[in-house]
């Protein structure tokens, strides 16, 4: 095991995985910018070494400066959380030549799943369903058009090295092609410096259902259900459940064993999540992301099982200690992402928490590294916190999620607090029926007040 991890993050996942290496008894170090000396995550953890500036880009993902911050310190392993550097297949290749454990998959597969292109190639190699589309990129206007054609519209323009729901553009008819090109094109290129970009069947009232794996890097590989992620605005997840209410237990079994099966032929190593959309009871791969999520507390909730925990297990060259028929999943857990955020404009409010009572009781469970007092700055994402919720049945977890969302308190930002008290009123979520367009329509309606 791990002398001393080193956790290359800040926020919420900074201290999720500080959480994990105290249950497993291994020193931490926390690294920081100088807007975060006062973070949580340097509080608890046992050194801390500040690594630059406010600006992501050199402190965050100052790669030099975070090889050096493992030098000093003795770190023989990082943890990357999400975000920043956890999908950086040259960060992972720079740590392992330093002699230091990335706590994350081999960087090949990384690489692999970071070209969408490519990640879709090979998840058809594997024997996973994927959406209807171009096979690879697309070099010219007449390609795409002739690929619509096939497909039929509407079709939706993809960018190969895409992320946070950028350099996507629907065309919904022949007309509409050319603009849908140039502009996911030009977004790409300003986002990721890549413009390529590949075509896909847009389908239109999907969910996004994925499915959560873990494996040992020598074959064995395991799926631990599924999460509901379609509650999404500008394509960027808000709430998430498991199980989904769309989905029967033989829809589960199937898909989670075309995946379970994917990821032993790839030997994947550690936890990854394979994406799809779900539509009349077929599945479409989209992506797969090679890290931990920012969702993965609902499958621990419902499986008992301590994903940040194995990740690093496992990471540390031990075999998978669960085989599939230990995977057991007892009721309902749901999570919703609390922003510092206006609940109607969306607009980030950074600032100072004056008060701060988070909810607590039977099946509540709160990732957050806010408290009384904190200063969030305004250089980073504005997830406040996560509240997650867990019940014997659906209906018993939104029970408890109504009541934890009534006695959560923040004052002196705002927070998107409001926007979970509309939502579990609302008789469409209440009864499961919704798509991932159905949280903008909501919103659209002005259901939510201040
Ligand atoms: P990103 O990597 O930018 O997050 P994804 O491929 O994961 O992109 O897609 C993000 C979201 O965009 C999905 O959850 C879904 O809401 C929407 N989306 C992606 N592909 C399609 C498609 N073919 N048809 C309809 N919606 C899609």
């Known amino acids: ?17 500080l959480r994990a290496c105290k ?10 910018s100088t807007a975060d000396a006062d973070a949580m995550h340097v509080r608890l953890a046992d050194e801390s070494v500040c690594i630059g500036p406010p600006p992501a880009r050199n402190s965050y993902l100052n790669i030099p400066a975070l ?31 330093h002699g230091v454990q990335f706590i994350g998959p081999k960087p090949e597969h990384i690489r692999l799943m970071g070209d969408k292109i490519e990640a879709k190639r090979t998840a058809q190699r594997l024997g996973i369903p994927v959406v209807p589309g171009s096979q690879g990129g697309i070099a010219s206007d007449a390609e795409a058009l002739s690929v619509a054609r096939e497909i039929g519209f509407p079709v939706l323009v993809k960018a190969a090295a895409g992320g ?7 065309a919904r008819s022949e007309g509409d092609l050319a603009v849908a090109l140039a502009t996911a094109r030009a977004e790409a290129k300003a986002a990721f410096g890549d413009d390529a970009v590949y075509l896909e069947k847009y389908l239109e009232t999907p969910r996004h259902i994925e499915i959560q794996v873990l494996g040992d890097g020598r074959g064995a590989a395991i799926h631990l259900g599924e999460r509901d992620c379609s509650l999404q605005r500008r394509h ?49 791969f989209i992506e797969m992301n090679t890290r931990i999520q920012v969702e993965h507390p609902v499958t621990e909730m419902i499986t008992d099982i301590d994903l940040v925990l194995e990740q690093i297990r496992i990471a540390s060259g031990d075999r998978l200690a669960i085989a599939q028929g230990d995977v057991k999943f007892h009721g309902h857990a749901i999570e919703c992402r609390i922003n510092a955020e206006n609940p109607v404009s969306f607009r980030p409010s950074p600032g100072k928490i004056v008060h701060y009572h988070p909810p607590g009781g039977m099946g509540v469970r709160i990732d957050s590294a806010a408290y009384q007092g904190y200063a969030i700055p305004p250089h980073y994402d504005s997830l406040l916190g996560k509240l997650i919720v867990h019940g ?12 934890s969302i009534d006695e959560f308190v923040v004052d002196g930002v705002e927070t998107t607090l409001p926007l979970f008290s509309a939502l579990v009123r609302d008789s469409d979520f209440v009864d499961g029926n919704y798509h991932i367009h159905w949280l903008e329509r909501f919103l659209a309606k002005g259901a939510v007040g201040i």
């Open 164 to 170: 946070g729901g950028r350099g996507m553009k629907v």
């Open 392 to 403: 014997k049945t659906r209906a018993e977890c939104l029970m408890r999620l109504r009541r």
């Open 67 to 97: 090889i050096t911050a493992c030098e000093i310190t003795g770190a023989d392993a990082v943890h990357p959380g999400y975000g920043f550097l956890s999908e950086n297949a040259r960060f992972a290749e720079i740590l392992i030549e």
């Open 236 to 284: 960027q997840k808000v709430l998430e459940e498991s199980p989904s209410p769309a989905l029967n237990a033989d829809e589960r079994d199937a898909i989670g064993e075309i995946v379970a099966k994917a990821m032993q032929k790839l030997a994947y190593l550690g936890v990854g999540t394979v994406e799809f959309l779900y539509e009349d009871g077929r599945f479409y």
């Open 23 to 32: 249950d497993l008894g291994i020193p931490t170090v926390a690294v920081h």
């Open 1 to 17: 095991m791990f002398e001393k991890i080193l956790i290359a993050n800040r926020g919420e996942i900074a201290l999720r995985v």
